[in-house]
């Protein structure tokens, strides 16, 4: 629909992987339109029909797929982002975007983009705070990456810290905050 704003999400394999599908309707409710970009890991979580289902889009996965269309998909995902946003985020999805790692649809989108990237860390408190990572995080922000930190909570392998996705709400409203409203929701 005319007026309606693109959202990237980009999807990694992090257990909070099932807090994106929540997000993806998040932000349809908000009049965005998404489109999910799944790494190859990811897939071994949730299967790419989910999230085809909730956002009513094509799920992008495979790099060497056949496009639908004669386009460059990675290329053309790129330009029709308002914003790029990556929830969750694995130490290795930021470590290939901050090193320029473009092995995979996701990392090549990012890499193509002149939109805004937008990046939310869940990963494990002890990868999170691994130095490496601290620094490709410094590193990204530097060039103008716009993050929402991780939370304190209990983490997948039962300890606490800090690792946990965001609050879903704290992530829409810096979407919001990014790219501005969208157009009329279709109903």
Same mark, same amino acid.
């Given at each position: 629909?005319?007026?309606?704003?693109?959202?990237?999400?980009?999807?990694?394999?992090?257990?909070?992987?099932?807090?994106?599908?929540?997000?993806?309707?998040?932000?349809?409710?908000?009049?965005?339109?998404?489109? *999910? @970009?799944?790494?190859?890991? !990811?897939?071994? &979580? =949730?299967? #790419?029909?989910?999230?085809?289902?909730?956002?009513? $889009? /094509?799920?992008?996965?495979?790099?060497?797929?056949?496009?639908?269309?004669?386009?460059?998909?990675?290329?053309?995902?790129?330009?029709?982002?308002?914003?790029?946003?990556?929830?969750?985020?694995?130490?290795?999805?930021?470590?290939?975007?901050?090193?320029?790692?473009?092995?995979?649809?996701?990392?090549? *989108? @990012?890499?193509?983009?002149? !939109?805004?990237? &937008? =990046?939310? #860390?869940?990963?494990?408190?002890?990868?999170?705070? $691994? /130095?490496?990572?601290?620094?490709?995080?410094?590193?990204?922000?530097?060039?103008?990456?716009?993050?929402?930190?991780?939370?304190?909570?209990?983490?997948?392998?039962?300890?606490?810290?800090?690792?946990?996705?965001?609050?879903?709400?704290?992530?829409?409203?810096?979407?919001?905050?990014?790219?501005?409203?969208?157009?009329?929701?279709?109903?």
């Amino acid at each position: 629909m005319a007026g309606r704003k693109t959202i990237i999400l980009g999807v990694s394999a992090s257990i909070a992987i099932y807090k994106s599908c929540d997000l993806v309707r998040r932000l349809m409710d908000c009049g965005y339109a998404v489109n *999910v @970009v799944m790494t190859p890991n !990811a897939k071994e &979580l =949730i299967r #790419p029909v989910v999230f085809q289902s909730l956002s009513n $889009n /094509k799920v992008y996965h495979d790099l060497f797929a056949d496009p639908d269309a004669w386009e460059v998909e990675h290329v053309s995902l790129a330009r029709r982002a308002a914003l790029i946003l990556i929830a969750p985020a694995t130490a290795d999805v930021i470590a290939k975007i901050s090193h320029g790692i473009c092995d995979d649809m996701l990392t090549c *989108v @990012v890499s193509a983009a002149k !939109a805004p990237v &937008l =990046i939310c #860390p869940a990963m494990n408190d002890r990868m999170y705070t $691994n /130095k490496i990572t601290q620094e490709n995080i410094i590193k990204l922000k530097s060039l103008k990456y716009r993050f929402v930190e991780p939370k304190k909570g209990q983490l997948a392998c039962g300890s606490i810290g800090t690792g946990c996705l965001a609050d879903i709400e704290a992530i829409v409203k810096e979407v919001k905050r990014i790219v501005g409203k969208s157009g009329p929701v279709e109903k």
